[in-house]
């Protein structure tokens, strides 16, 4: 247990370092770690430590040196591959991982890229993108970037998610028409999408998508509804398939062992019953592993079957510490990048609790009271990860869990696994079980349901800071302490900047900016002590990607803010408004306005219109465009807001041009501002010489997608507002950025800085 310990911390500092060392250190601490682990002292666990810290370091170095260089970045090539995983059919694309062939161009060679297949714009109907199924092979030209996502609060980590996955690229499909299949599915993925689709079939029920997630781990037809639900009752661990899933198998397969070794005693003389057992709880969990995809907590609790199979085989017996040490130590020796998935943690944290607060007590307490004691050690227990992992706790939880746990996971799973068997010894036996699944699912969604609709059942928390996690471990430590010893409730004072982070809000008459990372678009939040306004939501392609509820709503989450006073939509162009929708039907709106005339697919509830202002703690806000009766020409017409306070002002000029810019200088001083987030993303067409000197500013703030099309922001507007005396600051290098306008003066904070991690695209370039 101490050798696996230290192997987790060593990898976990190897990653959480500000940089990555070089190869040849990583290989100097690999060599003296493992001397250190193999030779019989008691410095053994720093020995495993060191190891561990090497060997994840050189993973690290081998995955991004096999990312794609940024002399092929938007390069269109031409290569074929293999299909691997399950593609994700939607309505306007479909998402899927292609292993490139060994012909391929050097860079590309044998890796692994993540693609998206587009419909055309005025398409009525799917394209032959719909052809792709897991395990085929295809001929594909495509056009490629370096893994690379937003930098947020609350947000994605895009290029963590590359590195753990081993994808080298990613990009879309050009020229769909030319591509070409050239040879059909095959493999496990195959079988597995073959699999799904007789369940689809087979159970004509909404909830066949639930059977699929349980039988075959395949969340595909899952709405985005569905995991707000399961989410808000915590239930997200179940649905798709654990290790307690696997374990079900592997003890099914020891049955069979053990039922043939009665049937046939002559098979005792070559392996002992016992042993054959263990022998045929490997073959079934590695089996039913290998039909979930080998998704992580499938595979951590194959290695702890492993190693019980093998210490019986070897007649050596283990603890039940033991087994999870070494199963621990397998992951992180095979795959030390594991630990940059939330599952790892949560997989290896909850048997951790389990092992340390409920120790072996058979037959002297009753099993429901074995079970909801363990239910809430793993709800104490794993509640800090879960806020930190995903910044939200669910109220609703341990109630969820008591009902879905034995439901789901003694009913329902075994149908459908029986199911799955069945059709798989011949085509056509399998749906009576499948279809007894989802009616035993039905009842119990229905009532998840009504707890999901609860006020309580999801807490969204604000970002905590790093040191905010150990305390709330160590107060759970000390809460789950035997019965008796005093001091217990101090414990929850460790929770306190887990659950209270500070927030650093503004004070009354001080204003707090945050130009959010959306890519090629604009989402601005400002702040005041007491109200909160949203100028922008950022873009969002129809049937597709949507800033609004992947970027701006995490963001209000992680920021603490659970409803918005006001929202200005600068105009109706889609990156502006394209998230409208989403941060409308999920967050508290108390007044909207955009310009007159907009065509937005939510409409604002009153018009901006020059010269309306109003008043928030101390704070001016003020509308200098466009004026009453003004045509909407889009860009031309976008709300210019200017925000003023004691201690300086902040201009949002939305995507005017230079005409707007000459009609706002006929009133100089309306326009000066410390703060002024460059309008159009900085495109030529805007911020005109006399327009940036009026302004006046400290700060420059673009907003804009990295390597966008269009050039933004263009690089004589950035030394135009350089030359003027402003410090410029975009969003693709700096990520979301942060701005205090109080008494200090004024104070910038910027994402990718602040939240530095050693594979931030950013940095290594």
Known sequence: MACAAGALLGAVACLFLPAFAPAGVNLLAVAVGLLAWLRPWRGRALGACLLALGWTGLHAGWVLDAQLPARWEGREVELSGRIVGLPEHEARRTRFRLRVDADAPGPLRGRLLQLAWYDDFDALEPGPRMGLHAGASWQLRVRLRAPRGLANPGGFDMERHALAQRIAATGLVRLPEDARERAPARGIDAWREAMSERIAVAVPAESSRFVRALALGDTRALEDADWERLRAVGLTHLIAISGFHVGLVAGFGAWLALAAWWLLPGLGRWLPRAQAAAVGAVVGAAIYAAVAGFALPTVRTLLMIVVVALARLARRPLGSGQVLGMALLAIVLADPLAVLQAGFWLSFAGVAWLLWCLPPQAGRRSLAREFLSAQGVATL??????????????????????????????????????????????????????????????????????????????????????????????????????RGLPGRGLALLLWLPLLHPPRELPRHGELELHVLDVGQGLAVVVRTAGHVLLYDAGPAARDGWDAGERAVLPALRALGIGRLDAVVISHADRDHAGGWEAVRRLVPVASSRAPEGAP??????????????????????????????????????????????????????????????????????????????????????????????????????????????????????????????????????????????????????????????????????
Not at 418 to 427: P, V
Not at 623 to 643: D, M, Q
Not at 753 to 765: C, H, N, S
């Open 600 to 765: 937005l697919d939510v409409e604002a509830e009153r018009p901006c219109r020059a010269g309306e202002s109003w008043d928030w703690d101390g704070v001016s806000f003020s509308f200098l465009h466009p004026p009453a009766h003004f045509p909407y020409l889009r860009n031309e017409a976008s709300c210019v807001l200017r925000v003023a306070s004691a201690h300086g002002a902040v201009l949002l000029p939305g995507d005017i041009g230079e005409v707007v810019e000459a009609r706002l200088l006929r009133q100089p001083a309306q326009v000066r501002a410390e703060v002024v987030v460059v309008a159009h993303h900085g495109s030529a067409g805007s911020s005109s010489p006399r327009f940036v000197d009026a302004t006046g500013a400290r700060l420059a703030l673009v907003a804009a997608g990295h390597g966008n099309r269009f050039g933004h922001p263009r690089e004589e507007v950035v030394q135009r507002w350089r030359r003027h005396g402003a410090e410029v600051l975009a969003t693709p290098q700096s990520g979301a950025i942060r701005v205090w306008l109080g008494a200090d003066g004024l104070a910038v904070r910027e994402r990718r800085a602040w939240r530095g991690r050693p594979w931030d695209r950013q940095r290594l370039q």
């Open 381 to 482: 227990g794993l509640l800090p990860l879960g806020v930190v992992l995903f910044n939200q706790a669910s109220l609703a939880g341990p109630l969820a869990n008591l009902v879905a746990i034995p439901w789901w996971s003694l009913v329902v799973v075994p149908l459908s696994l029986l199911g799955t068997g069945l059709e798989a010894a011949q085509a056509g036996w399998g749906g009576w079980a499948w279809r007894a699944a989802a009616w035993c699912f039905d009842p119990s969604w229905e009532l998840f349901g009504q707890l999901a609709a609860s006020p309580f059942a999801l807490w969204w928390l604000p970002e905590a800071r790093d040191l905010a996690l150990p305390l709330a471990l160590l107060g759970a430590f000390w809460l789950l302490l035997p």
